[in-house]
């Protein structure tokens, strides 16, 4: 059987957390919410963004999932400035402020084109948040950081998914069930 290292006691110690009693404040206090990860944890920002933006009313999320801007940008930029890039281009003034999130995930949490783009973001007065499987070695000083202190890839990957549905229900929204979903579509289907 796979290890996945207790993940549910990793998650209630993680949501018991400060560091995560701070990352929800700041949610909340956004409307628009910026997720950057690499690998498998860019797909856990897409699904995050999409399903934050779908199940709760106030909030816009946005990931970065367009492979040729993508690959045009680190072509042209860097890899390591790729989110830069993306937030110069798609920010606009008025959205520069602390009403704007940018949250960063790494496994290791020293991936330096995360670690840049929280640098570069909070150095533009954005609010912004790491979300690590290890203490980041790189992040900026004073920068804040939810550390699960993961061994493997794979568990922090679905934790971080379980807790964007966690922070659906910390803004007081629900996940619907599947049956409720299937109701709610095609009653007729019941």
Not at 9 to 21: F, I
Not at 134 to 153: A, I, M, P, T, Y
Request: overall charge neutral; proline content about 2%.
């Amino acid at each position: 059987m796979i290890d996945f290292e207790n993940i549910e006691e990793k998650l209630k110690e993680v949501c018991k957390s400060k560091q995560w009693e701070t990352l929800v404040k700041k949610f909340k206090k956004a409307k628009k919410i910026y997720f950057i990860g690499n690998g498998g944890l860019h797909f856990t920002a897409a699904h995050a963004a999409t399903d934050c933006t779908r199940l709760i009313p106030d909030k816009v999320c946005y990931s970065l999932d367009t492979t040729g801007y993508i690959t045009s940008c680190a072509n042209d930029h860097g890899y390591e400035n790729i989110f830069i890039r993306w937030f110069e281009t798609s920010l606009l003034k008025e959205e520069i402020n602390d009403r704007t999130l940018v949250i960063g995930m790494s496994c290791s949490g020293n991936s330096k084109n995360i670690t840049r783009s929280l640098s570069w973001a909070n150095s533009r007065g954005l609010a912004t948040h790491m979300i690590s499987g290890r203490k980041s070695r790189r992040l900026e000083s004073g920068l804040d950081e939810v550390d699960l202190n993961c061994k493997f890839f794979h568990t922090v990957e679905v934790l971080c998914l379980v807790l964007f549905y966690q922070m659906i229900h910390e803004m007081g929204e629900d996940c619907p069930s599947i049956l409720k979903e299937v109701e709610r579509k095609d009653p007729w289907a019941m």
